[in-house]
């Protein structure tokens, strides 16, 4: 904020009459699901300070992360992070974005100087879509910014769906919503390589839908990097403040 | 961004300095213009089709993710054929002029298309090319805001691959058109969740005794591919 009060000091200076102001960023955020087939679960945007953070790549994920990247869950990074270090915009597609989907979010962020977006990826065992703690500009104008998937390597990608596997540490995809998937695959993988969060492989998948390694189809549900398209438009909210 | 917000409020606040310093520009009169858009394709194994050149005012949107491909984006995508996708562009009140190339060109190779008209500055280029191993992808840029080039500068941009959502992506022999398979180009059945999408990228074949990969597909490893797929460079000639 040092560059606006560089700038304000002197039109205040100018235009007594104008009440001053306090800048507050004010957010539209607007996020677009890129992928060919795969789906968004319901997505966390939020606003807060440096202590807050949400993924490190080439860290272990945290156990909010983890219930968020495996299960979709996003109340555990909700809870831990709390006003007034951090403030939500919990599930504002309500309910999972589809590919190609758009959703609008407009947020006030008051003073907190960052930015971060997750959502995990449907269907995969532990992939998510991730924008970790962008710095908030602050310049008014319109940002465009492209996130990468990544996979939360807490869980092994076998890549097999099955209902209620969407507890942290429980293995299996919980859910293929587009139904366009397959069954009885025998699973691609029985390890995870890499266990600190990084960036996601893609699926593997084949084209068997009774049989084969996966329950995914090798031909939907890849993706190429990147995933999402995110374009903030950031404009400087007056705040009126006691004279 | 510091710089213009600054002036931006100094001309709010001095609105008659502002009208004064309002003179006649040049680049806002109509006069002639020559651009020369150069296409690399970056791609292994995909030779891109004869590109489409559109140069259009603000307010033209060729194509945008999550909505359907229109006919002539379909033709392009699934044919590579630009005729349509340049006559529907041309349609559209926005249009200053529509161009194109007639051969494709492969992996390394470039296409340059110099186009010549009259125009002020309000110009936004878009410009579309099917990868021809493929069922229904394509790479390009849309909506380029070009107007403020002067003379001899040039902008260049890396394009990402979209999939055009009209043409299930099978990679079966007999649908492809490029040389991998020579099969069939433009179908106007539309087969797939219809709206326009990133591509997912291609399956293959693999390699033999790979597990992964789709038996029934006629491509091969070479035709994968990763964004970007080409680099697009715009000249102000004249």
């Not at chain 1, 992939?127 to 500009?137: A, E, N, T, Y």
């Not at chain 2, 489409?52 to 699934?78: K, P, R, T």
């Not at chain 2, 991998?180 to 033999?208: I, K, L, M």
Request: one cysteine or more; charged letters at 15%.
């Amino acid at each position: 904020m040092k560059t606006f009060s560089k700038i304000a000091k002197p039109l205040l200076l100018a235009l007594p009459l104008m009440a001053s102001q306090a800048p507050a960023a004010e957010l539209d955020i607007e996020i677009t699901n890129l992928t060919h087939g795969i789906f968004f679960t319901p997505l966390l945007v939020t606003a807060h300070d440096n202590s807050v953070d949400f993924f490190t790549t080439g860290s272990a994920a945290s156990a909010e992360l983890q219930a968020m990247a495996e299960g979709g869950n996003i109340t555990p990074l909700v809870e831990a992070n709390l006003e007034p270090n951090a403030i939500h915009s919990a599930n504002p597609a309500g309910g999972l974005l589809a590919a190609s989907a758009s959703v609008n979010v407009n947020m006030n962020t008051g003073d907190l100087d960052y930015l971060s977006i997750v959502s995990m990826l449907l269907p995969t065992n532990d992939g998510f879509v991730g924008l970790d703690s962008w710095s908030i500009p602050e310049e008014a104008g319109t940002y465009t910014v492209y996130l990468n998937g990544y996979d939360a390597g807490t869980e092994v990608n076998n890549e097999l769906v099955a209902e209620g596997t969407g507890a942290p540490g429980t293995l299996g995809i919980p859910a293929n919503p587009g139904g366009n998937g397959g069954t009885n695959g025998t699973g691609v993988a029985t390890t995870e390589a890499n266990e600190t969060v990084h960036v996601h492989r893609g699926n593997i998948g084949d084209i068997d839908s009774t049989g084969g390694a996966s329950d995914l189809d090798s031909r939907i549900h890849r993706w190429l990097n990147p995933v999402a398209k995110v374009v903030i438009t950031v404009s400087e909210e007056a705040t009126e403040t006691a004279q | 961004m510091k710089r213009s917000y600054k002036k931006s409020i100094i001309l709010a606040l001095f609105p008659v300095v502002a009208a004064g310093m309002t003179g006649c520009s040049d680049s806002d009169h109509p006069r002639e213009r020559t651009f020369e858009v150069t296409v690399t394709n970056l791609s292994a194994n995909q030779p891109l089709s004869p590109v489409g050149v559109v140069y259009h005012a603000d307010g033209f949107q060729a194509w945008s993710i999550g909505e359907e491909a229109s006919n002539g984006l379909e033709v392009l995508a699934e044919g590579g054929d630009n005729t349509q996708f340049l006559s529907e562009s041309a349609s559209d009140s926005s249009n200053i002029t529509t161009d194109g190339n007639n051969s494709p060109f492969g992996p390394g190779h470039s296409a340059t298309i110099s186009t010549t008209f009259e125009s002020n500055s309000d110009i936004e280029l878009t410009v579309a090319t099917m990868l021809v191993n493929t069922n229904d992808a394509f790479t390009g840029l849309s909506g380029w805001s070009i107007g403020e080039l002067e003379v001899g500068e040039e902008l260049s941009r890396l394009s990402p691959i979209y999939d055009a959502g009209t043409e299930a992506n099978t990679e079966a022999e007999g649908t492809i058109p490029g040389p991998a398979d020579g099969g069939e180009g433009f179908n106007s059945e539309r087969e797939e969740n219809g709206v326009v999408t990133r591509h997912p990228g291609v399956v293959t074949a693999g390699v033999e005794g790979g597990f992964d990969e789709n038996p029934l597909s006629t491509l091969d490893e070479s035709h994968r591919f990763d964004a970007p797929i080409a680099k697009i460079v715009v000249r102000r000639v004249n």
